[in-house]
């Protein structure tokens, strides 16, 4: 049985705690919010006697419902936030795909009459104007509560969108569909793959992947991630179709 460890837990500031052992951190905390305006607690200590010290001190201050977030394979950390009282909520698959054509089958010739923008060629206002589009659809059907990990905000809550980190797709003039990607060094990670959805089913979520997969392989990488909720099924079928594996899975719990 593992042994008891004192700590003094303190609060310091609006967000971080500190758990204190003859003057040394020996845990934090931390309550962040996302752009969806949901609490998200984490708890980082090396003992599991002060992580419930921690826990206690946070869950005390903090109004709920409160969420977190656990690699489904870190069974201590599950345990730990089990014993506090949370409980699954949903579950995201981690995807791994290759990069190169040959191996995704994807073809790098857009649809007749579609036009694809690399990273970095979208114009910012149209882009804005699709990512409000897509946002509205998305909130109407899914949820942005069911998607992955939202994209940073201003202070005002508008998004901030970096035009580098977007992949476009163009139809008859108009911003039909996005591709966030963010630029890891050595693996890059698919965020959101979104078409409006007048234009679904006409293969520009199959473009906008070939596009992306397809940049990164010309950048000498061969692999790329995605993280999909489990009940995304038609995100789940594309990355699917073009040789994703599944590699992981990452549990979102609540405390209610």
């Not at 003992?47 to 409160?66: I, K, N, Y």
Request: with cysteine; glycine share 10%; net charge neutral.
């Amino acid at each position: 049985m593992e042994s008891t460890f004192l700590a003094a837990v303190t609060q310091v500031s609006e967000r971080h705690w500190h758990a204190l052992s003859d003057d040394r951190v020996v845990g934090r905390g931390e309550v962040s919010r996302r752009p969806d305006g949901r609490p998200f607690v984490s708890i980082d200590a090396w003992h599991g006697s002060v992580f419930d010290q921690l826990a206690e001190a946070m869950l005390t201050r903090l109004p709920r419902p409160l969420y977190t977030v656990v690699d489904e394979a870190d069974l201590d950390l599950l345990s730990s936030w089990e014993r506090c009282g949370f409980g699954p909520r949903r579950r995201e698959w981690e995807y791994v795909m290759p990069t190169d054509p040959r191996l995704t089958g994807l073809d790098p010739a857009p649809p007749p009459g579609l036009t694809i923008l690399g990273a970095g060629e979208a114009g910012e206002d149209e882009l804005r104007e699709l990512d409000r589009a897509v946002r509205d659809e998305v909130e109407a059907t899914l949820g942005w509560q069911n998607m992955p990990a939202e994209v940073l905000s201003r202070p005002d809550g508008s998004p901030l969108l970096d035009p580098a980190r977007y992949t476009v797709a163009v139809e008859s003039g108009r911003y039909v569909g996005l591709a966030r990607v963010a630029p890891l060094p050595r693996q890059p990670r698919i965020g959101l793959i979104a078409v409006r959805a007048g234009r679904r089913r006409r293969g520009i979520g199959r473009a906008l992947l070939a596009e992306v997969l397809g940049a990164a392989h010309r950048r000498g990488l061969t692999t790329a991630s995605a993280d999909v909720n489990q009940s995304n099924s038609a995100a789940i079928a594309l990355f699917e179709g073009a040789g994703a594996r599944k590699a992981g899975s990452n549990l979102e719990l609540v405390l209610r």
